[in-house]
C-alpha cells in the first residue's frame, strides 16, 4: 500500500524534509534510497555542486533553481541519514551556519570593523584559523584542506595556506619562471620516454600553474570550464562548416579543420 505524500500545506522545506523521512522509512520507503549512505550519497552531492555551476555559466536562471533544489535535496538527504544515527538533524546544520556567518562577520553583527577588503580578508582568514585551532586541527596548516576537492582547487588553497606564512614566489614573474622550469623537467622525461616521471612532472606543472593563479586572483576551475566552453563552441563550428560540405570531422583532416578553427576565432572577435 502506497502512502500518500506530505501535504502542500506545509512550508516547502518542511514538505521536503518529510519526504525525505518518507523515502527513508526502512517499512514503506524507497529501496534504493533507504540504501544509501554518506559515501553513497557523497558523490552526487558533488555532480549537484557541479550543475549548479554549469546553469551559473549558462546564465540559466530557470535551470539555476531546479539545480539549487538539487542540491538542497542532498543536504537534506545527508542530515536525515545523520539524524537517524543520532548525531544531528537538519536543524542542526541550519543552526551551525547562521552562528558561522554572524561568527565570521563581526563588522556586520558585532563591533568589529575593516578599513578595506583586504583587511576584510585577513580578518575572516583569522577567524578561520581560530575555528580549526579550537577544533584541535591545528598539528598542520594543510590539514583541514579537504582532499575530495578538485585537484586544482584544493592546489590553490593549499598554496595559499602556505603562502600565508611566506612559502611563496614573491613575484608572477617568478612563478612563471618555475613553470618554464618545470614545463622543461616535462620536456625532458618525455623525451627520454619515461611515462611515470612525465606524469609526476605534468604534476608538477598544474601545480605551479595553480600558484600563479593563485597569484594573479583566477579560479582556475573557473578559468577551464570557460576554456571548455570556448572549446566546445569552436569545435561545433568546425563541425557546423564541414556539415554544410557534406562531411563530418572524422571525413576531414587537421589542416582543414585547423583552418575552420582560426575562422570560428575570428567570428567570435567579430
Not at 546544520?93 to 562577520?105: E, F, G, L, P, S
Not at 585551532?133 to 586544482?152: F, I, Q, T
Request: aromatic share 6%.
Amino acid at each position: 500500500m502506497t502512502s500518500s505524500a506530505p501535504s502542500g500545506d506545509l512550508r516547502p522545506i518542511d514538505r521536503l524534509l518529510a519526504i525525505m523521512a518518507r523515502l527513508r522509512d526502512p517499512q514503506t520507503g524507497c529501496p534504493w534510497d533507504v540504501e544509501q549512505t554518506f559515501a553513497t550519497i557523497a558523490p552526487y552531492t558533488v555532480e549537484e555542486a557541479y550543475e549548479v555551476a554549469d546553469a551559473i555559466e549558462r546564465q540559466d536562471l530557470h535551470d539555476l533553481k531546479e539545480e539549487l533544489g538539487d542540491l538542497l535535496l542532498q543536504v537534506v538527504f545527508h542530515s536525515r541519514m545523520a539524524e537517524e544515527q543520532g548525531a544531528f538533524g537538519f536543524e542542526d546544520v541550519a543552526r551551525a551556519i547562521n552562528d558561522k556567518m554572524i561568527r565570521r562577520h563581526p563588522h556586520v553583527f558585532g563591533e568589529e570593523s575593516y578599513a578595506s577588503l583586504s583587511d576584510q580578508k585577513a580578518g575572516w582568514e583569522e577567524l578561520k584559523a581560530a575555528e580549526r585551532e579550537k577544533k584541535g586541527k591545528a598539528e598542520s596548516l594543510l590539514d583541514d584542506v579537504p582532499a575530495g576537492l578538485p585537484a586544482l582547487t584544493r592546489a590553490v588553497k593549499l598554496s595559499k595556506r602556505a603562502a600565508r606564512v611566506g612559502f611563496v614566489w614573491p613575484s608572477v614573474a617568478e612563478v612563471l619562471e618555475k613553470l618554464d622550469e618545470e614545463v622543461q623537467e616535462l620536456k625532458a622525461e618525455i623525451a627520454a620516454g619515461a611515462v611515470e616521471k612525465a606524469r609526476d612532472e605534468m604534476g608538477d606543472v598544474l601545480f605551479v600553474v595553480a600558484n600563479l593563479a593563485r597569484t594573479l586572483d583566477v579560479d582556475p576551475e573557473d578559468a577551464l570550464r570557460g576554456t571548455n566552453a570556448k572549446f566546445v563552441r569552436r569545435f561545433r563550428f568546425i563541425e557546423a562548416r564541414l556539415a554544410e560540405r557534406g562531411r563530418t570531422p572524422d571525413q576531414s583532416d587537421l589542416a582543414e579543420m585547423d583552418a575552420l578553427w582560426d575562422e570560428a576565432k575570428a567570428a567570435e572577435k567579430g
